[in-house]
C-alpha cells in the first residue's frame, strides 16, 4: 500500500471516531480520499478495509470509508454535510506530505 496511503489512514484513526463516525469525521475522511485520488495515490478499497480492521475501526464506520474509497477511487463524487468547516484539500495534502 502507497505509504501517503498508510500515513492518510493513521492520521484519521488519530483524529476520527473509529466506533461512530460524526459527521466532521466523515467530511474530513471523504476530504482526505478525494485529496489523495487527485494526487494520484490509488484508493484500494480492499486494501483499506484490511487496514481499517487490523486497526480496530467498526464495521459501520469502515463500511462507509470502504464505500466512498470505492466511489472516489472510481471517479465519484460524494457530497459533504459542512463543505465549509471542512479541511480544504491543500492543507490535507501538506499535511500528509509534511
Known sequence: MDPILIKALESLTNTSNIAALHTSDEDTIKVTLKTLHKNGVGLPP?????????NKWQPNPIKSVVQWASTIGSGGSVRLKFKDSAPKEKEVWARLNA
Open 46 to 54: 480492499q486494501l483499506i478495509e484490511n487496514w481499517l480492521l487490523a
